[in-house]
Every structure is written in structure tokens, then in C-alpha cells.
């Protein structure tokens, strides 16, 4: 099969011919329907996030088809329409019994530390599955495992965000963007997104942004935008740069919290200590998501409360991925989200095939 492996950081990643993985014990076999390309795999190919071993098959936010079951593979079925929750935990240190999996002490990548969906097949242990509601496009539902199900892990489990409270978004760019539409959902109240790009201001106002305000208005407390907006009670730094995060600080009300989701090496400079004392101000991280979390965003999608299509900005082929990540570390950003499509080229000499083709209902 073809498979986006990278061979060692710095040379970009490349198509190889690789054989199909087996499926054994409690693993299942997908044909990869749609990945999402996402900003940690442009991380991981510069060496800002190292991997313990090369090369290594890329993508982690996977919808496909079950074609093949392990022996003791539970709960799915081949054909099975499902999403894949990346990060395999072990489900017995006190985070993953406490129902804190993102923080599990060994837990593993799909397409970081394991091999991922950047490739025709991929092998996923069953209990990593989440089946699909029949309304939901494969290319949606790869972006509700990681794009969307992160932001609803800022918003809902370490922000705890209530209807009519305030929320300010930095950073709009594909999360930022997701936890727009998510604060809607949740009934937050003014949304204010914050960016250095008119257009993707532009953007998060058409999915559910109140208000607009410019980066570079950010810590400039009389800018008429802020006057509008009020002292929001919560701050999404989707950046995570140092001066976002005292921006986000500054500008949220007193009691408010900062979620940094944005992932920068360098120490967070948020206030003096005296005021985050009296303002009672806090800031935290917010790591991945854990699996029920996709399971709320399948289900905002197939009630239709979230509007994808607008958020995805190409579709490619496995034979375009090396590009899209090269565009992606020279911008610095991705313009809307990028899904590859294995299945849309033809299957390669010696790929397994179906005997059945299942049912698809990929648009
Ligand atoms: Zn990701
Ligand atoms: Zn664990």
C-alpha cells in the first residue's frame, strides 16, 4: 500500500510502498477514508515535537472503514463506518481510572509514536473506535477527532464554560475556529475572536463570532472593540505564544481563566504575581480531549450544529502531503483544513483488497 512516512526530521516526508498491516489480538484494520493534516504533524516533521523512532507513518485524525477484525476484536464490525481516537491509553494508571485519559502516564499516538492514517490501511486497536452516525461525512468525521474534540476539552472539561458567560478566542486558525462554533453550541455569550488575519476574523463572525478584534488591538484596552465586548470571563489561546498569554491574562475579568491550548517552549509571562493573586485570575494548560469527547462532537454533527465544509480549505491525495506540509511550515499557518483522501487515488500493486465493497457515504 502507499503510506506518508516520514525518515527523519528536516528532509519533509515522502510516499513509500509499504506492506499492509495485520490486524492481530484486539486490533482492527481500517481503510482509510479521510485524515485531517494538522498543524503537530508540520511540529513533528521540523523536530519541535521528536519522535522516538523513524520513519514513521504520519496523521492522526482518522475516519475510516473496518475491513478486517483481530481475533479478539470487540464491539466492531467489518464495514463498520468509525472514527479513531488517536491516543491510546492504558486504562489502569489514576488518570486513566479517574476518566483523565489525556493525561495517562504511557499513553501513545496513532500517527505520532504509532504508525497513523496517512496511509491507504491502517491498524487500530478496537477500543480506540468510535462508530459514525449514518448522517456524518468521513471528511467530518476525521476533523471531530482531534480539530473539534480538542477545543470541547478546553472548553467543557478545563474551562467548564456556562451559557452567557463571556469567551474570547486568540488564535482562529482550525481549532480556534472549531471552539467558535463549539461556545455557540454552549450558549457563550459575547464570542470574541481575536487574529492577526482579516479573514479569518472574517470567517469565525460568519461560524459564530459576536465580535472581532485584531491582534494587535489585543492588549490595548481602549480599543473600541473592548468597549463593546465587555471583561469576558474566559480566554482560549489557541497560539500559546508568551505575549498572547499575558494578553489573554490581562484581558480577562477578574476571577477569569486563561485555557492555553498552543504549544510554545517558552515560559508563560503572565502578570505580576500580586495581581493574579487579588484578581483571583487563573491559567492553564489543556491537552488533547478524551474519547467521549468526540463521541459529543459526532453527535453535534449529525444534528447538523456544526458547519464543517466552510472549515475545510483543500482536499488532497496521499501524493500531495509532503507539499501541504511544506506550505504549512512556510506560513505558519494552515488556510482552513487540509483532509487527505488515500482511497481517492487508485490502490496501489499488492494493496489488500475488499471482497465487499462496504456501503460509503463519503460526499
Ligand atoms: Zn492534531
Ligand atoms: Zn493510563
Redesign the pocket.
Known sequence: MKAVRLHRVGSGVQVDEVPVPRPTSEDVLLRVEAAGL???DAHIINGRTPLPDYPRILG??VAGTVCETGPSAAGVEVGARVAVNFLITCGQCRYCVSGRTSLCLSREGLGVVRDGGFAEYMVVPARNLIHIPGAVPFRHAALAT??FATSLHAISKRAQVQAGEGCIVVGVGGLGLSAVQLLKIRGAYPIIAVDADAKALELAMSLGATHSIPASAMGDENHPAWAAAGSPIHAFDFVGRPETVQAATHAVDRGGRVVVVGHSPNSWNTADGSTMVREEKTVMGSYAFDKNEIEDVLGFMSRGLIDVDTMIGQVIGLDDVDQALATFGASGRIPGRTLVEPAAGALTEGAFLLAEEPERTMS
Do not use: R
Open positions: 494538522c498543524g503537530s492522526h485524525e482531534d480539530a
